[in-house]
């Protein structure tokens, strides 16, 4: 594979056909920073409205190292994974505390941030410093993975030390930042998961071992699925005088530090409830799941009226906990339901 016409390629590629991205406009290092932290398992049509107001509301790293908690979650909110946010905050302080305030630009010192590893790394120095580096996600090794018909486990750690040390062998010494996301690019756009890559319009394809051989169907090895551990769980929308029970989920742990409707394990029945809350009216609510990673929430609930407050909980308006309190995705057909009460 000669370096200077796959560089050629690729680049002529990304200058014709890149999509517009905010944080490609201004690529100084806390935008590329913040935008690949939200990009991390999240779809870039999904990140863009985020990263708009994110930088809106918090435009340095010193706002983000002390914005209050719930303001940031509530900034985060639908985007989920809420430990990259956590450990977003955590690296902004040590930024202001280790380094001035300003991001490094050392492999070294950007790696001793909190959630900040070696492709995040790689990204920041390549893209916001123009750095010799390599920027190595799931895209990147995909289409690494079909260039050179590589059959093995592309998420085995060889296979990643081969493909990062094969990528660094071709990046140019200038536009080395446009040429990692030219790679990103085209594993987002062109060179497709699943058996479904665009090859025909590929500019990569006179280089590709896989199409060349009509492997590109089985390239990279599919992975087994783990299976997924379902939990049961009941939901309930505490009303009282048009205002709902919340509480805030343990810091640590799933889903940490945000906001929850009231909600206990397995599946409980209305008489169940009923003996729990004598003094109301109880109503069935739709039934949700929530796919995580590693587990599945099958959620039941219940809308239980009131007649008195109780003192476990606060309870909230609609409108304040849909403008304060981050409630995550996971509870998202219950705060629909909760509109449709009132």
């Given at each position: 594979m000669d370096?200077?016409?796959?560089?050629?390629a690729l680049l002529d590629w990304y200058d014709s056909s890149k999509r517009i991205l905010p944080w490609r406009?201004?690529?100084?290092?806390?935008?590329?920073?913040?935008?690949?932290?939200?990009?991390?398992q999240t779809r870039v049509e999904a990140?863009?409205?985020?990263?708009?107001?994110?930088?809106?509301?918090?435009?340095?790293?010193?706002?983000?190292?002390?914005?209050?908690?719930?303001?940031?979650?509530?900034?985060?909110?639908?985007?989920?994974?809420?430990?990259?946010?956590?450990?977003?905050?955590?690296?902004?302080?040590?930024?202001?505390?280790?380094?001035?305030?300003?991001?490094?630009?050392?492999?070294?010192?950007?790696?001793?941030?909190?959630?900040?590893?070696?492709?995040?790394?790689?990204?920041?120095?390549?893209?916001?410093?123009?750095?010799?580096?390599?920027?190595v996600d799931g895209n990147v090794l995909r289409v690494f993975a079909r260039l050179t018909a590589n059959q093995n486990d592309i998420k085995s750690p060889p296979v990643k030390r081969e493909i990062r040390r094969l990528v660094a062998s071709l990046l140019p010494e200038e536009r080395v930042g446009d040429f990692n996301q030219a790679l990103m690019e085209i594993g987002a756009t062109v060179c497709l998961p699943n058996g479904k890559p665009l090859c025909m319009v590929c500019p990569l394809n006179s280089f590709c071992e896989a199409f060349q051989q009509g492997l590109t169907d089985t390239i990279p090895?599919?992975?087994?699925?783990?299976?997924?551990?379902?939990?049961?769980?009941?939901v309930l929308l505490l009303e009282h005088n048009g205002k709902f029970a919340i509480r805030q989920r343990p810091v640590d742990g799933l889903l940490g530090g945000l906001y929850e409707f009231?909600?206990?394990?397995?599946?409980?029945?209305?008489?169940?409830?009923?003996?729990?809350?004598?003094?109301?009216?109880?109503?069935?609510?739709?039934?949700?799941k929530h796919v995580f990673s590693h587990l599945e929430w099958h959620m039941i609930g219940f809308h239980v009226l009131l007649d008195e407050q109780i003192e476990q909980f606060p309870f909230v308006s609609p409108e304040e906990l849909y403008a304060t309190y981050s409630v995550p995705t996971a509870f998202k057909t219950y705060k629909e339901a909760l509109l449709k009460l009132n």
């Open positions: 370096p200077t016409s796959f560089q050629t406009d201004n690529p100084n290092p806390y935008h590329v920073w913040v935008s690949e932290i939200m990009l991390q990140v863009i409205p985020y990263f708009h107001r994110f930088i809106a509301e918090l435009p340095t790293i010193a706002d983000l190292a002390t914005v209050d908690d719930d303001k940031l979650n509530k900034l985060w909110e639908g985007l989920g994974y809420y430990s990259r946010v956590r450990n977003l905050k955590k690296a902004a302080q040590q930024v202001i505390h280790d380094f001035d305030g300003e991001l490094p630009s050392n492999r070294t010192d950007l790696e001793s941030l909190s959630g900040i590893g070696p492709y995040t790394a790689g990204a920041i120095r390549s893209i916001a410093f123009n750095q010799q580096d390599t920027a090895k599919k992975q087994k699925k783990t299976k997924r551990r379902i939990e049961k769980r009941t009231p909600n206990v394990l397995g599946h409980l029945t209305k008489a169940d409830v009923l003996k729990q809350y004598p003094d109301s009216t109880i109503s069935k609510l739709p039934k949700a």
